[in-house]
T-cell receptor, first 114, second 114 residues
Framework: AQSVTQLGSHVSVSEGALVLLRCNYSSSVPPYLFWYVQYPNQGLQLLLKYTSAATLVKGINGFEAEFKKSETSFHLTKPSAHMSDAAEYFCAVSDQGGSYIPTFGRGTSLIVHP | KAGVTQTPRYLIKTRGQQVTLSCSPISGHRSVSWYQQTPGQGLQFLFEYFSETQRNKGNFPGRFSGRQFSNSRSEMNVSTLELGDSALYLC?????????????FGPGTRLTVL
C-alpha cells in the first residue's frame, strides 16, 4: 500500500525567501511522484512529476523537486517566493503495477508575506 | 483544447435530497476520476471510470454512485444527502490511465447540504 505524508499543514515565508515543502512517501515498489498546486476556487494543476528518469525534476513557475530514495522523500523547492505562489500544494504517489489512481497527501498551504 | 468542465459550480441542497454532478473530460481522455475534498479529510478518492466501466472505487458508502457515457462524460450521484456530504467535488481526467499519467482537474462543484 502506498501513502504520502506532507509535513506541515501551513508553511509561511516572506516574499523572496526560499520555499521548501516536504513530502515523504511509503511505497512497496518504485513509486511515481507528483506535486500539484491548487489556487483558490480552482481545481488542482500539475507542477511536476517524477517517473524514474532524472531524480531532480523541474516544473512550472520555477519549482523543482528531488527524488531521494534513501530518504523516501520528494520535497518541493523554489529559490525565491512570489506573492502569486500562495496556494495549496499536494504531493501524490502512484505505484508501478498499481491501480493507476494516485494517493494524495493532506496538502500544505503556502502563505507568502510581503 | 478545452479543459475539464464541471457543472454546476455551486449547489445547495437539503438533507435527504439527492444530487447529480456532471463532468466533461478533456477531448480524447478516457479515464475520469472523482474526488471529494473537505478541510478535515483532504482529498479523498471516490471512483474512477474508464471506457464506461468503473475500474476503481474508494471507501465511500453506496449512496455515492457514478457512471460514464460513451463520449467519456461522467456523472456522479449522491442520494439521501447528509450534512457531512458538504464538500468540493473534483473531477479529473487522464488520457489512458497509467501510473505516470497526469490528472487534469476541473474547477469542482461546491456542494452545500443544509
Amino acid at each position: 500500500a502506498q501513502s504520502v505524508t506532507q509535513l506541515g499543514s501551513h508553511v509561511s515565508v516572506s516574499e523572496g525567501a526560499l520555499v521548501l515543502l516536504r513530502c515523504n512517501y511509503s511505497s512497496s515498489v518504485p513509486p511515481y511522484l507528483f506535486w500539484y498546486v491548487q489556487y483558490p476556487n480552482q481545481g488542482l494543476q500539475l507542477l511536476l512529476k517524477y517517473t524514474s528518469a532524472a531524480t531532480l525534476v523541474k516544473g512550472i513557475n520555477g519549482f523543482e523537486a528531488e527524488f531521494k530514495k534513501s530518504e523516501t522523500s520528494f520535497h518541493l523547492t523554489k529559490p525565491s517566493a512570489h506573492m502569486s505562489d500562495a496556494a495549496e500544494y499536494f504531493c501524490a504517489v502512484s505505484d508501478q503495477g498499481g491501480s493507476y489512481i494516485p494517493t494524495f497527501g493532506r496538502g500544505t498551504s503556502l502563505i507568502v508575506h510581503p | 483544447k478545452a479543459g475539464v468542465t464541471q457543472t454546476p459550480r455551486y449547489l445547495i441542497k437539503t438533507r435527504g435530497q439527492q444530487v447529480t454532478l456532471s463532468c466533461s473530460p478533456i477531448s480524447g481522455h478516457r479515464s475520469v476520476s472523482w474526488y471529494q475534498q473537505t478541510p478535515g479529510q483532504g482529498l479523498q478518492f471516490l471512483f474512477e471510470y474508464f471506457s464506461e466501466t468503473q475500474r476503481n472505487k474508494g471507501n465511500f458508502p453506496g449512496r455515492f454512485s457514478g457512471r460514464q457515457f460513451s463520449n467519456s462524460r461522467s456523472e456522479m450521484n449522491v442520494s439521501t444527502l447528509e450534512l457531512g456530504d458538504s464538500a468540493l467535488y473534483l473531477c479529473a481526467s487522464s488520457p489512458v490511465a497509467s501510473e505516470t499519467d497526469t490528472q487534469y482537474f476541473g474547477p469542482g462543484t461546491r456542494l452545500t447540504v443544509l
